[in-house]
């Protein structure tokens, strides 16, 4: 599914001005969300990031990644997060955001500057020639071979769970590793 | 092919129109952000967030009608169902902070 | 569940289930006031009742409070949630999705239900068994379809060799929905469920300091922790637990409410 042609420039061209606006979303959100003084208010400006963070990827046809962003970081991640704010208390603000740490602030801008000289080198979106694209032992072989492999349409998943099946594997260990080392910390023996 | 390539005005077909749309409920977005973050109350930043999923549901859906991709409405539903859980969690949330979830 | 404020008198009143069958129990005094004022029909009355024990701030002072719109919703809106898991996570192969998201699809509908009918409710309706049972089984049913293979003189997940129709294809759906899906959605409910708890100290206190700056406040969480420290007895125990810590201050949270 993913692993569709790749887009025609003319679209990429027309759809800048959504491009745009998303980006905008997402940057404002992700600093207030650094900076917000209640933590509630952060919790639920991070809700809204990962909803422009998915949107994003839908529009970069990468659904797959779309769908776990929603999924994991909109939806799952906000209640663990507000079912752990539930168990402290409140400080009542007056001011509604964090002063500035201006050290810590010019540090950021450094690895932010030297991260948007390394961008003219990455291929445009959509690039046919882009490396990930005209890799013939990898991109290209899941591509070309996943149906006839495999039988499912989704290369998503034939990478997941038949070509990277033991990565996988691991994954799912960790997950289950989470979950006890949830029960560990919070010296519980059950967890319903 | 279908209705989305047909021609409008001035050479400017469904789709166009679609993506235009979709952008300009981007921009509202933007205005519902700023009530998330001004507040000044919860229940302001609850609605805020609550129409916001609304609104990315309804871009995904003319993203997807406008590029053809019928796949993004999968996404716009899981978007309008946990949209749904994070409004009433917050909600709940907000009384008491918690103390009646 | 069984013995917060407000239903002072009512401790004995048994509700693990998720009816709302201790509502009339609960909320005696001012149904009568709603009946004498519209008389209706019974079924229709049930909806009219809750609408001003809602605003009392009795009940805002329970730590679980039921609220008509959110329960009926869920109600509603849950089998589909589900149903939609089930499809993600099926359907994999050919859309968008897989285990893991229709797995935590599957997890928010739980999360959802705790939301609108209790957590502690939730909680007991979903033992710790099952929960345990998908992340552990999930896990030992993507090694033993790995660990299959391998006992067939092939690889770690080297699916030609299932003896099944279709063994790749299967395969994988096998791997996406009986492991991944399952400690996906399993281990998801677990931390759910471990962090409505709070930290537990070994002494069945649970670490809570939730709505403090609320009077109130204090003697909720420490039903609250009873409650969490046995969840399995909790009808019995809780209410025990209960007035070992806040028995006085029970009655002083039912007399706050009745002032107000």
């Given amino acids: 599914m993913t692993g569709a042609a790749p887009l025609p420039a003319p679209v990429v061209a027309e759809i800048t001005a959504i491009e745009a606006s998303l980006f905008v979303f997402v940057v404002v959100t992700a600093i207030v969300t650094a900076l917000a003084r209640d933590v509630l208010a952060a919790v639920i400006v991070f809700g809204a990031y990962s909803l422009g963070m998915a949107a994003l990827y839908t529009f970069y046809r990468a659904p797959d990644v779309a769908m776990t962003e929603a999924a994991i970081s909109a939806g799952v991640t906000t209640i663990l997060l507000l079912l752990t704010l539930a168990k402290t208390t409140r400080i009542d603000h007056e001011i509604a955001f964090e002063s500035v740490n201006w050290p810590a602030a010019g540090v950021v801008g450094l690895l932010f500057t030297g991260m948007l000289l390394v961008i003219p080198e990455i291929p445009a979106v959509g690039d046919p020639d882009a490396p990930v694209w005209s890799n013939p032992d990898v991109t290209g072989y899941y591509i070309a071979n996943t149906y006839a492999d495999t039988g499912v349409e989704n290369a998503v998943m034939a990478v997941l769970a038949a070509y990277r099946g033991f990565d996988t594997f691991g994954e799912a260990v960790v997950v289950l590793a989470a979950g006890i080392a949830a029960l560990i910390v919070l010296h519980r023996e059950v967890f319903a | 092919m279908s209705v989305v390539d047909a021609t409008v005005v001035a050479g400017y077909t469904v789709g166009d129109f679609l993506l235009a749309a979709s952008a300009g409920f981007v921009l509202l977005a933007l205005g519902m952000l700023y009530r998330a973050v001004k507040g000044p109350t919860m229940q302001d930043r609850v609605l805020a967030v609550n129409v916001l999923g609304t609104n990315t549901v309804v871009i995904l859906a003319m993203l997807g009608a406008a590029l053809s991709e019928p796949t993004f409405l999968d996404i716009a539903l899981i978007y309008a169902l946990l949209n749904f859980l994070m409004a009433i969690a917050i909600s709940k949330f907000t009384v008491e902070r918690g103390g009646v979830l | 569940m069984s013995d917060h404020e407000g239903s002072g008198p009512d401790d004995d009143v048994d509700d693990a289930d998720l009816d709302d069958a201790d509502l009339d129990a609960d909320e005696r005094e001012d149904a009568d006031a709603v009946a004498t004022a519209e008389p209706v029909l019974d079924t229709a009355m049930a909806g009219a009742d809750e609408r001003p024990h809602l605003s009392r701030v009795e009940r805002q002072a329970t730590p679980y409070t039921e609220s008509q719109v959110i329960m009926a919703t869920v109600k509603v809106v849950s089998p589909f949630v589900f149903t939609y898991g089930l499809f993600i996570t099926f359907h994999g192969g050919g859309s968008p999705g897989g285990g893991f998201q229709g797995g935590a699809i599957m997890a928010a509908v739980v999360f959802m239900i705790a939301f609108a009918f209790g957590i502690d409710a939730t909680r ?65 409910m677990g931390l759910f469920f471990l962090l409505a708890v709070g930290f537990d100290r070994g002494d069945g206190a649970a670490v809570t300091d939730g709505g403090r700056d609320r009077d109130g406040g204090h003697d909720r969480d420490g039903d609250r922790s009873a409650d969490a420290a046995d969840a399995a007895d909790a009808a019995d125990h809780a209410a025990a637990g209960g007035d070992g810590e806040g028995g006085a201050a029970h009655a002083t949270a039912t007399d706050h409410g009745g002032n107000r």
Avoid: R
């Fill in chain 3, 124 to 188: 007991q309706w979903l033992a710790n068994a099952a929960v345990v049972a998908l992340a552990v089984g999930g896990t030992l049913a993507f090694a033993g379809i790995g660990l299959a293979t391998m006992a067939l003189g092939g690889a770690f997940l080297q699916y030609e060799l299932l003896p099944i129709p279709k063994p790749v294809t299967y395969g994988m759906e096998g791997v996406e929905i009986l492991g991944i899906a399952a400690i996906v959605s399993g281990v998801l």
